[in-house]
Structures are given as structure tokens and as C-alpha cells.
């Protein structure tokens, strides 16, 4: 059964559409839609829909192999809808296992009170121990996927979008994420990292569209910097007394 709705972000859209005419919106916005419930588009599909879709409209979806079109960030909201409700379904699956063990061993615990209070929920149980769930969630450590759409919704709202893709600092962030998972969520400084969101938002500033050329170019640099020691090396040897097989050579 096909989701019937996938997240939309009012903000990103106006942005990604202003340099497209009101006709053009409407195409735009209606050739999503026909992803989202029909999966990639043919160029029949297009046209059928569409008509004449224009360059500029097209520009905003990708070609694969098989000459079916799809927009990048439609297929990533979809994918981490599909996940969310993936882990909600298997929790769900282990809370109703672990209560019908409770129960056939003759231990069942009352359910606890929970208490709706504006935008946390509060889980009073016989220990009165209260658990905030934003907090919990700052803890756990996100997907690649998760990660990279918060990465990139946060590049849209600082507004660097007007400067360059995101797709162009898109590896600089993967290189981010790895080097955090493998150092055990901490960062180059060896600090663990308790709030990832907040932690992702302030590094967006150091990503650049040439970050990966400009340390090529610090390495190259340093490997010049050595040739010429070796060279200025080399020339003063040559002009020393200095033999390293025999010590010093005869006048």
C-alpha cells in the first residue's frame, strides 16, 4: 500500500521554486505528487500529466539508468518516512511480545499513567521517574539518512543555499558522520557528543564547496616544501666534507 503523504517543508519549497514561474510551480509541484504514488517517472508519465514540462522543471529531477526520472530529496523524505514507521511497527511487535510473556508467567505490571503536558510526555511509574522524550532522543544516535536531511534542512534555513548546492558539500558530511561513529560519537576533540542536531547545525559553516580540493592542495604543498629540503639538503652535503661511508674523506 502506497504512504499516502510524505513530509513537506513549506520554507525549502518557496526557496527551491523562485526562479520558477507560477506555471511552472504547478508543474512542479504536481510531478511530485505523481512520484510520491506512482514511483519514477517515465517521460510518458510526464507528458501525460504535464504536457510540456519545461527545462527548468525537469532540472529539479535526476535520470537513472533506465531513463525514469525522481527527485533526490522526495526519494530521501520518503525513505525516512518508511523507516519511522518500520521502528514504530517494531516496537510495537516487542511491546505486545514482552506483555504476553509478563502474562503467561504470571507477573503482569500495571500499565503506567501517562500524562499529556503540552509538548513532552511525562512517565510517572512506582519509582516516579520522569523521562522526556526530547531529551532521550538527543542521545541516540541518528542514520546516515536522518542525519544528512537534518544536515541539509539546517543548510537551507542558514540560507547558503543562495551560495551553492548542498549536494556539493553532501560528501564533506558524510566524511563528518563517519569519522564521528567511528571515533564513538565524539568529536575530533575527543568530546562526546550529547546533542548531534545542534552539533550538525554549527559545523554547516565549515563545510565548503571546495573543502576536499583545498586539503589536496595543503598536501600537495607540503610534499613541495619537502622536495625542496631534500634538494637544499642534497646541495649542502655536496659541498661538505661529509662522507657517510668513510667519515671524512682524504685532503
Given at each position: 500500500m502506497t504512504?499516502?503523504?510524505?513530509?513537506f517543508y513549506p520554507s525549502d519549497f518557496l526557496t527551491g521554486v523562485s526562479d520558477l514561474t507560477f506555471e511552472e510551480r504547478g508543474q512542479y509541484i504536481t510531478l511530485l505528487c505523481l512520484h510520491?504514488?506512482?514511483?519514477?517517472?517515465?517521460?510518458?508519465?510526464?507528458?501525460?500529466?504535464?504536457?510540456n514540462a519545461?527545462?527548468?522543471?525537469?532540472?529539479?529531477f535526476r535520470q537513472d539508468e533506465q531513463g525514469l526520472f525522481y527527485n533526490v530529496r522526495l526519494e530521501k523524505e520518503i525513505?525516512?518516512?518508511?523507516?519511522?514507521?518500520?521502528?514504530?511497527?517494531?516496537?510495537?511487535?516487542?511491546?505486545?511480545?514482552?506483555?504476553?510473556?509478563?502474562?503467561?508467567?504470571?507477573?503482569?505490571?500495571?500499565?503506567?499513567f501517562i500524562n499529556r503536558n503540552r509538548n513532552r510526555d511525562i512517565i510517572i511509574n512506582k519509582d516516579i521517574?520522569?523521562?522526556?522524550?526530547?531529551?532521550?532522543?538527543?542521545?541516540?544516535?541518528?542514520d546516515i539518512l536522518e542525519f544528512l536531511n537534518y544536515t541539509e534542512e539546517q543548510?537551507?534555513?542558514?540560507?547558503?543555499?543562495?551560495?551553492?548546492?548542498?549536494?556539493?558539500?553532501?560528501?564533506?558530511?558524510?566524511?563528518k558522520y563517519s569519522a564521528w561513529v567511528e571515533n564513538k560519537w565524539h568529536d575530533g576533540n575527543g568530546v562526546k557528543i550529547k546533542n548531534w542536531k545542534s552539533k550538525a547545525t554549527n559545523q554547516?559553516?565549515?563545510?565548503?564547496?571546495?573543502?576536499?580540493?583545498?586539503?589536496?592542495?595543503?598536501?600537495?604543498?607540503?610534499?613541495?616544501?619537502?622536495?625542496?629540503?631534500?634538494?637544499?639538503?642534497?646541495a649542502q652535503l655536496s659541498k661538505s666534507n661529509i662522507n657517510f661511508?668513510?667519515?671524512?674523506?682524504?685532503q
Open positions: 504512504d499516502p503523504a510524505f513530509l510520491h504514488q506512482k514511483g519514477r517517472l517515465s517521460q510518458k508519465m510526464i507528458t501525460l500529466c504535464c504536457g519545461t527545462a527548468d522543471v525537469m532540472a529539479k525513505a525516512k518516512r518508511t523507516q519511522f514507521a518500520e521502528k514504530q511497527r517494531e516496537r510495537a511487535i516487542n511491546g505486545w511480545k514482552k506483555r504476553k510473556e509478563e502474562e503467561s508467567h504470571g507477573n503482569a505490571t500495571a500499565m503506567p521517574v520522569v523521562i522526556k522524550k526530547e531529551e532521550k532522543i538527543k542521545n541516540e544516535i541518528p543548510f537551507f534555513k542558514s540560507g547558503l543555499n543562495q551560495k551553492y548546492n548542498f549536494a556539493e558539500i553532501e560528501p564533506q558530511v558524510r566524511l554547516i559553516k565549515y563545510y565548503t564547496p571546495n573543502g576536499n580540493k583545498e586539503k589536496l592542495t595543503t598536501i600537495e604543498k607540503q610534499r613541495d616544501s619537502y622536495a625542496k629540503l631534500d634538494k637544499l639538503f642534497d661511508s668513510g667519515g671524512i674523506p682524504p
